[in-house]
């Protein structure tokens, strides 16, 4: 079944660039979603189809899907984006949705 | 907007099933806009995808799952509803469900539901 690897953390200072990466065979191929997850809160998606943000999600979001990765990228990191963020894509090949492990950003 | 709301209960028995329903308003299922999906989270775990569900009854299943899992649409009543049977401790999630449109990303989420399984 097709994976999407996440590195387990990523941490950085406030003010500066995160980037969070997820691979997994042939990823260009595939529309990538991101996902903002605070604990005790319901999932938010930021980026949409590997680079596109959803009303509401302010523009230090960014996403882009080429290479062989999928990258979300937050620039002007606020500690109020501490959260774990997931990559998601729908497998066409076996009809399903597959969910990277997670990364949990820590704002230092 | 669409808004969904899980309800169900929040312990059930090892061994027995799971079921859980999720009603939405601000939007019909019938209305072919979405496909409807159900999203867990074991304590101290990642996301993991349960099942979607389209308004015609098609279903799509996570393979781990799909000899437990039953994910059904009552439109008259605007819900879709998730059983999951032989349940175990591995089970014990936090239950969301979610708007899937175009079997792309989840746009609108519930808020989420726990459910322990525990004699």
């Known amino acids: 079944s097709y994976v999407l690897t996440q590195p387990p953390s990523v941490s950085v200072a406030p003010g500066k660039t995160a980037r969070i990466t997820c691979g997994g065979s042939?990823?260009?191929?595939?529309?990538v979603h991101w996902y903002q997850h605070r604990p005790g809160q319901a999932p938010v998606v930021v980026i949409s189809?590997?680079?596109d943000r959803p009303s509401g999600i302010p523009e230090r979001f960014s996403g882009s899907n080429s290479g062989g990765t999928a990258t979300l990228t937050i620039s002007g990191v606020e500690g109020g984006d501490e959260a774990d963020y997931y990559c998601q894509v729908w497998d066409s090949t076996s009809d399903q949705v597959v969910f990277g492990g997670g990364t949990k950003l820590t704002v230092l | 907007q669409v808004q969904l709301q899980e309800s169900g209960p929040g312990l059930v028995k090892p061994s027995e099933t799971l079921s859980l329903t999720c009603t939405v308003s601000?939007?019909?299922?019938?209305?072919?806009?979405?496909?409807w999906g159900w999203i867990r989270q074991a304590p101290g775990k990642g996301l993991e995808w349960v099942g979607t569900v389209y308004y015609s009854g098609t279903t799509y299943y996570n393979p781990s799952l799909k000899s437990r899992v039953t994910i059904t649409v009552e439109t008259s009543k605007n819900q879709f509803s998730l059983r999951l049977t032989s349940v175990t401790a591995a089970d014990t999630a936090v239950y969301y469900c979610?708007?899937?449109?175009?079997?792309?990303?989840?746009?609108?989420w519930g808020q989420g539901t726990l459910v322990t399984v525990s004699s």
């Open positions: 601000g939007g019909s299922i019938s209305s072919g806009s979405y496909f």
């Open positions: 979610a708007t899937h449109p175009r079997l792309a990303q989840f746009d609108y």
């Open positions: 189809y590997d680079s």
């Open positions: 042939n990823i260009g191929s595939k529309d």
